[in-house]
């Protein structure tokens, strides 16, 4: 569900992911983002040498 939301959005911060998940903040996402970064690091591409970090499903 997550992750095709993200599909949905193309390349997007955290924050951007939550409001369109209907979250208030990013820090709601932040388990779910490490939990797919953990279990499925095949299914999203972390762009992390910059603040924010941008996010895209693959």
Sequence with gaps: ???DKLKELGV???S???SAMGYETHNAL???I???L???PD???VNS????RYYRAL
């Design 49 to 52: 040498n910059r603040k924010p």
């Design 30 to 32: 932040a388990k779910v």
């Design 43 to 45: 299914k999203i591409r």
């Design 34 to 36: 490490r939990r797919i």
């Design 12 to 14: 997007s911060t955290a």
């Design 38 to 40: 953990n279990d499925m």
């Design 1 to 3: 569900m997550c992750l």
């Design 16 to 18: 951007e992911w939550a």
